[in-house]
Nanobody
Framework: QVRLVESGGGSVQSGGSLKLSCGTS?????MGWFRQAPGKEREGVAT???????AYRESVQGRFTISQDNAKNTTYLQMNSLKPEDTAMYYC????????????????????????????WGQGTQVTVSS
């Protein structure tokens, strides 16, 4: 059974930093961070593949960094220079779908019916950035 547990969200001012963590059990493979603002679709933010290769949504490129500690089965998302538009619920994902390469999921928007077909999801952690 796959289990994902996120932590590290919170409230910061614009320009601040946060580091999200996702503890994983029962899964090895492509991992990602997604986010969803109220009334909007879930969007890919960053992915990391088993070879360590990473990919990012264009709007977070240069500000966010995804990484893994394999010994701790934990995936991180370091978020710097946060902006109010980064405000959302952030979700960790174990991307089991083989229909696309891992990096593909770092972009795009995903409707609710698709989500369970592409990944296992954590419960989410709220990030709020004030101006």
């Amino acid at each position: 059974q796959v289990r994902l547990v996120e932590s590290g969200g919170g409230s910061v001012q614009s320009g601040g930093s946060l580091k999200l963590s996702c503890g994983t059990s029962g899964y090895t493979g492509c991992m990602g961070w997604f986010r969803q603002a109220p009334g909007k679709e879930r969007e890919g933010v960053a992915t990391i593949d088993t070879d360590g290769s990473t990919a990012y949504r264009e709007s977070v490129q240069g500000r966010f960094t995804i990484s893994q500690d394999n010994a701790k089965n934990t995936t991180y998302l370091q978020m710097n220079s946060l902006k109010p538009e980064d405000t959302a619920m952030y979700y960790c994902a174990a991307l089991f779908s083989r229909s696309r390469q891992c990096a593909y999921w770092s972009g795009g928007f995903y409707l609710a019916p698709v989500l369970s077909r592409i990944a296992y999801w954590g419960q989410g952690t709220q990030v709020t950035v004030s101006s």
